[in-house]
């Protein structure tokens, strides 16, 4: 199937301090989405980003859509504890139809206080 | 809550024992969907259904695996004859489906099943 690449696969951060990941892909999305996940829990919707080049914020967290198509990146600016979690990057592949959406390997964030 | 809701939360089961899960999407969703997620994974598909026409299945769906919709609005996942490999957690995710694509997808809890 489609392959989502996410980076960095773990973090470990500094309370306060900013974060920094990315998805990259061979395909081409017309549609991101960046889903936290906490142990236990199903994935909860950050932010959804429809078109290239668009940035678009929520809170502490930024996340854009490459101009390409074929990458996203997510930035969380002065962690805190509760930024805990796994992070996944999420697209809808750019062809007609409805396509479900294809998922990262997650990219695990530990905060240290 | 109005959310996304997935029961049994767990599951336990004996290896060759059939299990089933169900899902109750956001109201007024009419596009429901089945991923299922392994340790160190993300969700990857399973199948899906707009009301109730399941229209795509994923190669993940082995013939023990069926779903259904009946109504268009519950949905139960059943595995027949569980494998040690089918550990994992399932979840279940809806959209309004109303513009024709998958965007925004809101997630159950999951349901966690384990083989032993």
């Known amino acids: 199937g489609q392959q989502l690449n996410q980076s960095p696969q773990s973090m470990f951060i500094q309370e306060g301090e900013d974060v920094s990941m990315n998805c990259t892909s061979s395909s081409i999305f017309n549609t991101w989405l960046w889903y936290k996940q906490d142990p236990g829990e199903g994935p909860v919707l950050l932010i959804a980003?429809?078109?290239?080049?668009e940035l678009t914020s929520n809170g502490r967290l930024t996340a854009q859509f490459g101009i390409t198509r074929k990458d996203s990146f997510l930035n969380i600016s002065a962690s805190i504890p509760s930024d805990v979690g796994i992070y996944f990057c999420?697209?809808?592949?750019?062809?007609?139809?409805?396509?479900?959406?294809?998922f990262g390997k997650g990219t695990r964030l530990s905060v240290i206080a | 809550d109005t959310g996304v809701s997935q029961n049994p939360r767990h599951k336990i089961t004996k290896r060759g024992q059939n299990v089933t899960f169900r899902c109750d999407p956001i109201s007024e969703h009419n596009r429901l969907y089945w991923y299922r997620q392994t340790l160190g994974q993300g969700p990857e598909f399973l199948t899906y259904f707009q009301n109730e026409a399941q229209l795509e299945k994923s190669r993940l769906l082995s013939d023990r695996f069926s779903a259904e919709r009946p109504k268009g609005s519950f949905s139960t996942l059943e595995i027949q004859r569980t494998e040690q490999g089918d550990s994992a957690m399932y979840l279940c995710?809806?959209?309004?489906?109303?513009?024709?694509?998958?965007?925004?997808?809101?997630f159950g809890q999951g349901t966690r099943l384990t083989v032993v």
């Open positions: 980003l429809y078109k290239a080049g």
């Open positions: 999420a697209g809808q592949l750019f062809q007609s139809g409805n396509t479900p959406l294809v």
């Open positions: 995710a809806s959209t309004p489906g109303d513009r024709g694509s998958n965007t925004e997808a809101f």
